[in-house]
């Protein structure tokens, strides 16, 4: 891994002065730590996609293609522009007025003008114009059009695999531009050749193979929950038992396994295993889905679909009524965007009704599955639940929108009005980095790799900058997501940007706040740290109703 500069030294280095050469001349930079490494091919043969002849390094001058490479990509950017006319339309219709041009954080955090979301579609619509326009086929260079070389694929890979895939930039496109879209065609076009990175392959493989994302193995994954009972027990007095693979419950339990195996996901798994228990929920946790994040939105549709059936065969083989799913960012977006065109409506299971409180998820009427947010929410707002949020005072909390949950399927409210009754302390970012503008953590769609730590910490600045702001000016020590890439890229991202700002998920702070029946006096949290150790500074605003 290449050496992280200072931040200091980091904000010096961007540059945004236009460069000199026009861009189509200047080559990708494949130098240490500009890169993510490719898939080892045992995890391409594993999952029966088409491999390179060899091992190879992006830095390598020259990269193994099939000989027939360029006929591989004609035919399979024809063959997407029919099936999605999305495509088709997004690469007709920009009309580079440049308004998502300075809305993507890694051209914020580089300065790289490819990195501007136009022009990083650009990379595709140059070709697409090349072999599928008439102005494009007789005009040539004059109508933006260039042809398709080894340098153009060393481009695709530099530049896609520099996309978050977050869509804020649509958000600001006068045309509704959805750049990820683009990001993820020209993925699935490179995947066609062999070349994907294998931060997002192997643990796809790993799914496959156990279930889950670090390929745990079942028995290990039981081990780690009653782990975390022993941990509840110890805090609380109370024996949690949850069940595994239990056929005939009522609901199916499915959660990315980062709040598995990996801090601090695993409080926030604490803190659901803490709300089941507290309203006697009929619910079952499956060894075999024990992973809902889903790598194939970062690689192709047919991954997609393929790793998102595994959830709902399970949730067949089972016999629950509807599935409950956890913070998870990604995995909301293949539910509420693309599962219904993909795996088509899951109609042998029942709409989510919550035996709580009777109240009916219509927005799960087609996938069957509902927000963890959603359902505590609901409990919330039916008074179902005794808390007593004191026992976070020490946190001074702002809230992350994690990009799939806020844009993919505007989960905006339901976390706010969680954490505001499970904590008295909240203060939102400024607007213009929150909600449907949220900036991205920097490491989302198979970029948490920690060979390229430089660029996540660039793509990150806007949103630590935000932190920063909201750290200074009101205390904020504690940053809460709803998703478990978040939870992982978001602590190496605060120690860099904005030390002393913690990360948390959602329902550790439920968990923290819940009065369980019975329990004996709290004198930690569900990290063992003691509870309210410090109060909080006097700082300038109120905080936020
Ligand atoms: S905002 Fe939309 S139309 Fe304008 S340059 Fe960007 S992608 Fe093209
Ligand atoms: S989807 Fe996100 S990361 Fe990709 S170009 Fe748009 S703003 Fe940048």
Same mark, same amino acid.
């Given at each position: 891994m290449a050496d992280v500069p200072k931040p200091e030294e980091l904000i010096r280095k961007i540059d945004t002065t236009p460069p000199k050469t026009r861009w189509e001349d200047i080559p990708a930079d494949f130098?240490?730590?500009k890169f993510c490494y490719p898939t080892k091919i045992k995890n391409l043969e594993y999952l029966d996609l088409p491999r390179p002849e060899r091992e190879w390094s992006p830095a390598d001058e020259e990269w193994p293609l099939p000989d027939n490479?360029?006929?591989?990509?004609?035919?399979?950017?024809?063959?997407?522009?029919?099936?999605?006319?999305?495509?088709k339309v997004f690469m007709d219709i920009c009309v580079r007025c440049g308004a998502c041009a300075d809305k993507c954080h890694f051209f914020i955090g580089t300065g790289d003008p490819k990195n501007m979301p136009v022009l990083r579609a650009e990379l595709l619509r140059s070709v697409y114009r090349k072999d599928f326009t008439t102005a494009g086929k007789i005009l040539g260079k004059i109508a933006g059009a260039r042809k398709l070389t080894p340098a153009v694929i060393k481009e695709w890979f530099s530049y896609f695999y520099q996309c978050t895939e977050c869509r804020r930039c649509s958000v600001f496109c006068p045309y509704g531009i959805d750049t990820a879209e683009i990001t993820m065609m020209g993925r699935e076009l490179l995947s066609?050749?062999?070349?994907?990175?294998?931060?997002?392959?192997?643990?796809a493989a790993n799914c496959f193979r156990t279930g889950n994302h670090l390929g745990i193995q079942p028995h290990a994954f039981k081990d780690m929950i009653e782990?975390?009972?022993?941990?509840?027990?110890?805090?609380?007095?109370?024996?949690?038992?949850?069940?595994?693979?239990?056929?005939?419950?009522? =609901?199916? &339990?499915i959660t990315p396994s980062g709040d598995v195996f990996a801090d601090p996901g695993t409080y926030t798994m604490m803190g659901y295993l803490l709300l089941f228990e507290h309203i006697g929920l009929d619910y079952t946790l499956s060894t075999y889905a024990s992973e809902g994040g889903n790598f194939g939105l970062f690689t192709s549709a047919d991954m997609v679909k393929r790793l998102n059936s595994k959830m709902y065969l399970e949730a067949k083989r089972l016999g629950v009524k509807w599935i409950l799913g956890g913070e998870c960012g990604h995995m909301w977006r293949v539910i509420n965007q693309y599962m219904d065109t993909l795996n088509g409506p899951a109609d042998f299971l029942e709409v989510p009704v919550s035996p709580i409180t009777g109240t009916r998820f219509e927005n799960a009427a087609s996938t069957k599955m509902v927000h963890i947010m959603e359902f505590t929410a609901d409990l919330i707002k039916h008074n179902k639940l005794k808390l007593d949020p004191s026992r976070n005072d020490k946190h001074i =909390?702002? &809230?992350h929108d994690s990009c799939n949950p806020s844009r993919g399927m505007g989960l905006l409210e339901e976390p706010r009005y969680v954490i505001k009754n499970v904590c008295n302390n909240f203060y939102e970012m400024p607007e213009n980095t929150i909600r449907e503008q949220t900036f991205c953590c920097g490491s989302g769609a198979g970029l948490n790799t920690e060979e390229i730590m430089e660029l996540r910490m660039r793509g990150g600045l806007p949103r630590a900058n935000a932190v920063k702001y909201v750290h200074e000016k009101f205390g904020v020590n504690m940053l809460a997501c709803i998703c478990?890439?978040?939870?992982?890229?978001?602590?190496?991202?605060?120690?860099?940007?904005?030390?002393g700002v913690g990360v948390t998920g959602v329902h550790e702070l439920v968990g923290n706040a819940l009065v369980m029946d019975g329990e004996k006096e709290r004198t930690c949290d569900l990290r063992f740290e003691p509870l309210n150790d410090e109060t909080p500074e006097e700082n300038e605003g109120e905080a936020d109703e």
């Open positions: 130098s240490e730590g490479w360029q006929e591989i990509i004609y035919e399979g950017f024809k063959e997407r522009l029919e099936k999605y006319r999305s495509l066609l050749l062999g070349l994907n990175i294998n931060w997002i392959l192997e643990p782990f975390f009972c022993d941990d509840i027990e110890e805090i609380t007095g109370i024996r949690i038992n949850p069940s595994f693979n239990r056929k005939g419950a009522e =609901v199916l &339990f =909390v702002t &809230f478990a890439i978040d939870r992982a890229a978001l602590p190496p991202l605060m120690d860099y940007w904005v030390p």
